[in-house]
């Protein structure tokens, strides 16, 4: 099992939307708003669990767009049930948190 963080949450939400998606580390960077050191240590956290699968992209591609070739990422099929548990699991917690703070706080 990862590390659980916060961030590595952030990633798993944004790769569970489209599972069959293959994603690069700067299009994720993007989507939730984390620097390339962050993205990448989870990205190989993740796949270190087997909850990703990597590959180059074909040489074509990049090739054709003039651009560096990018190394895609993509849940596996362990990888997207362990994620949507986990996430789960994350949300109920932050809103049992919240439900304990409005008690505490007489918010109710």
Known sequence: M????????????????????????????????????????ILARLEGAGWLTSEWEDPAVHESEGRPRRRLYRLTADGVSEARRVLSQAAYRRQSGRARRLLTEGGF
Do not use: F, H, N
């Open 2 to 41: 990862p590390r659980m963080t916060l961030q590595t949450a952030l990633v798993l939400d944004e790769l569970v939307k489209d599972p069959a998606e293959a994603r690069y580390g700067l299009d994720l960077m993007r989507a939730v708003g984390l620097k390339s050191g962050t993205v990448y240590q």
